[in-house]
């Protein structure tokens, strides 16, 4: 078994590289030394965290759990290297069967071409600690770089290599714009469950459309409404609020605790635009007739939900329907739930116009 | 970590199913009483392997180990039951760090609704044997499904699951047609790396939108033009050859062994359309400039065999420019290299109008 495992990596292993380097040769630098973006709060237990540290024993411990994967962080920094690596350590070394491990826990490098965010290439994992070569064989001009932290574990390091003679430095653009950020509150599918790779989540995606930085306050099973991370969300000054949390509530906490999840926003931020978003139309309700009700009824609550709040005088509110957010060929997920890179871009696309709209209307 | 990964599967699951029935109620049959299709040989060693066991100790142990993997194959079958199930042991536990599970080692079911193939939900593997629940709580209406089996992995044991009281039987409908298979040779993303699930692989998404079998001859690492694999190949009774081999080859191996490897396939099947695929455009190439240099080199050295072949009188000889079959965007792949569900989906879509017209010419 070990044997056939050895040998799948091998002959999976393309025969079209050049000359590798050796990533001993590199000199590595702490990514704590550069710009993290996409962060929510500077007040976290340890750097790479998406929740602050006085909620630690306040919110449920999935939550505080969840919140120490790194999804929607990324590192930002410049550098005229001809190679780039990485040597980091995750701290669950997490595996699950319908993700890849390079999406639950590897990095993702982007680099800003022409002003727009292009693939570079994936940092794919080892295991707990991983070194590896990113990209080689580049020209080695200067450039400003972007590296997405794992979906769904958390990092105890992580160190960038370049080749010793190279420099590397903070960013000098500042793309995606840090200013008043979009903040999503959701589920495993908001904290980037299953794409292939970081950058594909669907925050990400928006992030790079956009060009607004993205905070990801996705919790896997976990995007119950819970109101300290209302409160918490209301203290960023956010340029819109996305709540897509209804795949992870019953209708019953709908009823329950919706309302008073939107007045605790509210009340710091009353005239920051803020949209429900449905839950998606999950493809096998097409043949799973429990699992099409269930949407049917959530969605209809979150209509009645809506429409009260926009009843207490709420301008702000808005509503986004589920038709076609993934697609219509059933084909956007790998699990009939979970979306692929396939279902995340188009639900990027569907999103992009709408909350593109919503930031101008709050600049 | 062990707690930290049984944390992430429960908090992974989105809590909106409903009351599920246990897989030990279930009824299960061997799949091996109902119809399989897209296999191009039928004197295999075993019921799931993809070349003639008379191939054993003659093509290169690389080859002859991954033609044990189940790339391609699938089940067909009929069933009113309102679940299925799957029990089903792999040969090699396969894992690899830019890949689900489920694509290497899962199951994919389809069925045919108004006309079409749709997606049901697929079978996540637990490990070497998994019981899995694919699909609950439907009509119970009598319908034909296709039942995809592991890409990267190999098949000791397959049984189907339905409730008791269900009949389960072979198809009525010969969807996807089995006359004339297209037959594709080629590597590691032939083979279906890195689709999220089997269905989505570009051979299998093409059966699909082609109605028609195809023979999926990928071999991961080592589609190198080993002439017996021409040999195998020109015993099919093709409607279309397909030979997307260019990332395993080195243009040493295309000059040397690419004009023979047609000339096999021609002594049996002159007549048939043969396509001949450039290597995708890799993302990566755009800043990785040896592979940059690596591709252009090989596509150029393709065009170069291509004419060759159409001055030996082949007027059934066609090509395949590499241009925008994974999009433009660089974002298709999980690792530069192998293709997301995204990029497979638009090279299915690229190649889908060409293969059409080419089928045609063959009928």
Known sequence: MKKLFILMIISLAITIQGQAIS???????????????NKGFTDTENLYDRLPANLNGKTRPPVWSLSKNCSGLAIRFRTNSSVIAARWEVTGDVT??????TGIKGLDLYCLKNGKWQFVNSGRPAGKKTTAIIIDHMLGKDSEYMLYLPLYDGLV????????TATIDNPILNSPRKEKPVVFYGTSITQGGCASRAGMSYPNQLS?????????????GNGQLDL????????????????????????????????????????????V????????????RNFDQSIY?????????LIKIFNDQKSTGDRKIFYQKADQLIGTDGEGTVDGVHLTDLG??????????????LIKSNN
Chains 1, 2 share one sequence.
């Open 23 to 37: 990533p001993d040769s590199l000199k590595y630098i702490n990514a704590s030394n550069f710009e993290i973006i």
């Open 96 to 101: 699950m069967n319908h993700f890849t491990p």
């Open 157 to 164: 390091n992580l160190e960038i290599g370049v080749i010793p």
């Open 208 to 220: 790079r459309m956009l060009d607004r930085q993205i905070v990801n306050l996705g919790f896997s």
């Open 228 to 271: 300290e991370i209302a409160e918490a969300m209301a203290g960023i000054d956010a340029s819109c609020f996305v709540i897509d949390c209804l795949p992870n509530v019953s209708v019953k906490q709908m009823n329950e605790k919706y309302a008073d999840f939107l007045k605790i926003i509210r009340t710091k931020r009353p005239d």
């Open 273 to 284: 635009p803020i949209l429900l978003v449905e839950t998606i139309l999950f493809p096998h």
């Open 293 to 301: 009700a269930l949407l049917q009824e959530k969605n209809s609550t």
């Open 344 to 357: 995340f871009l188009r639900m990027s696309e569907k999103l992009y116009p709408v909350i593109s709209k």
